[in-house]
């Protein structure tokens, strides 16, 4: 059985750099889920359809009229208006998520998921609100058109302060306005088993110790793998954030009682994995002294002798008493 899906939908009106104006709520209140990209309609998407995938782009761009005015008027002003393979890519991402697929919206505070339903719409009337003038065309008549999903009455809502932390990091995730939240699957799976957020953290109270561990994503491992030095090793960070910084290395710091040099890092992956080369040349400059610790999730092969690896079995034992446990706990379990 296949697993669903979940996809971010961001729905931010950007016409002018650093001028962002998110509509998130207004399309939600409508019941639905969409995007812009220019003048063009669900109807003239459908005309480029027939052309095949490689000329959406051009027939948008020069046989839609109202686009083909926006275009050049943008282009007057300096800006950019055709639509490209980038914008192409998201516009497919969008109408091929599947009704079984759950679309996640945050709003302030709050996570919402629910099914999209029927094919692309678009609606000119002015009581669609969501078509927008853009700033740059001086033309009242000339919009960008709303293109949008309907949504099912299937809708969850969840306050995400009072959720693990881990949720915070969900509306921060993925560059794109639709992305798929890969890395987030298991944790947002949980919360479409429940309508309240009560439900949700009895379900955490209740797994064990690697029940609560395979939901961690990679960044979450990060954090957790940094917490587990700073408990085991009276770890400091020394100027480097952790994990993304740099390609080979995730944690740089030092042991506070006697300044020794710590370096690690941190893969997620479920199953066994080689030690990567380019961690191997980084902490090949390690000062004499120095711990280097690789924490692989489904455990590591070809291990040089100075590298202290430590993966699931490792990590389950330590995370099932005492400070472990609590630490782990915290990542999960909330005091109300």
Aim: glycine fraction near 8%; charge should be neutral.
């Amino acid at each position: 059985m296949n697993q669903h899906e979940f996809w971010r939908i961001r729905m931010r009106y950007t016409p002018e750099e650093g001028i962002p104006n998110d509509y998130s709520k207004q399309a939600l209140d409508h019941g639905q889920v969409g995007i812009w990209y220019g003048a063009w309609t669900a109807d003239d998407l459908n005309d480029a359809k027939s052309l095949g995938n490689d000329r959406w782009a051009e027939y948008l761009n020069m046989n839609v009229s109202a686009q083909k005015s926006l275009v050049t008027q943008l282009k007057a002003e300096g800006v950019k208006g055709q639509i490209g393979k980038h914008e192409i890519d998201t516009i497919k991402r969008f109408i091929d998520i599947p009704k079984e697929d759950w679309v996640v919206v945050c709003i302030g505070s709050q996570i919402h998921l629910a099914h999209v339903q029927g094919a692309l719409e678009s609606d000119l009337s002015i009581a669609n609100c969501l078509n927008r003038e853009h700033p740059k065309t001086n033309n009242p008549k000339i919009k960008e058109v709303w293109k949008f999903r309907r949504l099912t009455s299937e809708q969850l809502t969840f306050d995400l302060a009072k959720l693990p932390d881990f949720y915070l990091l969900i509306p921060q995730a993925g560059r794109g306005n639709i992305f798929r939240l890969s890395a987030y699957r298991e944790a947002l799976q949980i919360l479409t088993k429940h309508s309240t957020e009560k439900g949700v953290r009895e379900e955490f109270e209740d797994m064990g110790p690697e029940a609560r561990l395979n939901l961690l994503g990679p960044k979450e491992w990060e954090s957790f793998c940094l917490g587990y030095l700073i408990i085991e090793e009276r770890f400091l960070p020394t100027g480097l954030v952790v994990g993304g910084t740099l390609k080979a290395l995730d944690i740089v710091g030092r042991d506070e009682r006697e300044n020794t040099q710590i370096l690690a890092q941190c893969k997620k992956d479920q199953g066994e994995i080689t030690v990567e080369q380019e961690f191997r040349k980084a902490a090949e400059g390690r000062e004499p002294g120095a711990k280097v610790f690789y924490f692989a999730y489904g455990g590591c092969k070809d291990k040089p002798a100075y590298m202290h690896a430590i993966g699931k079995k490792e990590i389950i034992e330590w995370a099932s008493s005492g400070k472990g446990k609590k630490y782990l706990d915290s990542f999960f379990i909330k005091k109300w």
